[in-house]
């Protein structure tokens, strides 16, 4: 077993002593990151530089900015929503709006922030008009991007905020409430599914479960160290 595959199967072993089988383990057998870089550069700065002017999809027409990501090159922690909305396609940062700001004071909570272990992104780099769902069609040609991202930054755990980044990802057309609680994979990578700040936004009662998700990424982590 990999150092990886153990420290998450202790980990399991503590959090069914504490929640039950709430949380279960997920892993499947497809295939890790390393030796996906696809021709890329080793370099996430250098990475950047070789992809934002990408014209793959029509969203490369309509955008302002690309926003590849922002934090700490080497994190622990890769945030994944699902794309830049309007602030964030005019700046070329991601969650930068009232929905980030929230996300920054969660992030002070379990003591982290954009340049302290954590990396932030999206599945998409480029805003589509109107915020509308992304399309299959500009997954599979922007999700590449992401993998070869987490490639460079090997995060111990990526959280999907948001139903959208939680399907997409996981190719599953499931409620984010049955996405929640539960280590799922991606790509070799741990992954859990939690709200998007934009719907905390909207619906004060989803503060407290989420809060309960980023308690246990913080036990997870730091029981990961
Ligand atoms: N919502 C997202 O999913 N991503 C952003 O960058 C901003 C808002
Ligand atoms: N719907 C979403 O898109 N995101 C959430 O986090 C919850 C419901």
Avoid at 18 to 29: A, H, P, R, V, W
Avoid at 123 to 145: A, F, I
Wanted: proline share 6%.
């Amino acid at each position: 077993m990999s150092p990886r595959t153990d420290d998450v199967s202790r980990y399991l072993r503590q959090t069914q002593e504490l929640f039950g089988d709430e949380l279960y383990l997920n892993i499947s057998s497809q295939p890790s990151t390393s030796g996906m870089d696809g021709g890329f550069g080793s370099d996430i700065t250098a990475f950047e530089q070789e992809i934002c002017q990408c014209q793959k999809c029509p969203l490369g027409q309509s955008r302002n900015k690309f926003v590849f990501g922002v934090g700490d090159p080497n994190a622990s922690l890769l945030l994944v929503g699902e794309a830049p909305g309007a602030e964030e396609d005019k700046l070329g940062e991601p969650f930068i709006g009232r929905a980030g700001k929230l996300l920054d004071k969660i992030l002070a909570a379990i003591g982290r922030n954009r340049q302290k272990d954590v990396y932030i992104c999206n599945v998409m780099k480029c805003r589509p008009p109107n915020n509308r769902d992304p399309l299959r069609s500009e997954v599979d040609q922007c999700e590449p991007y992401l993998l070869h991202q987490i490639h460079l930054i090997k995060p111990k755990l990526i959280v999907a905020l948001g139903r959208v980044a939680g399907q997409t990802l996981l190719n599953v057309d499931k409620s984010l409430k049955s996405l929640r609680n539960t280590f799922h994979d991606y790509h070799g990578t741990p992954l859990m599914v939690t709200y998007h700040p934009a719907a905390l936004l909207r619906n004060q009662d989803l503060k407290r479960p989420t809060w309960e998700d980023f308690k246990t990424i913080k036990d997870y982590l730091d029981s990961s160290k």
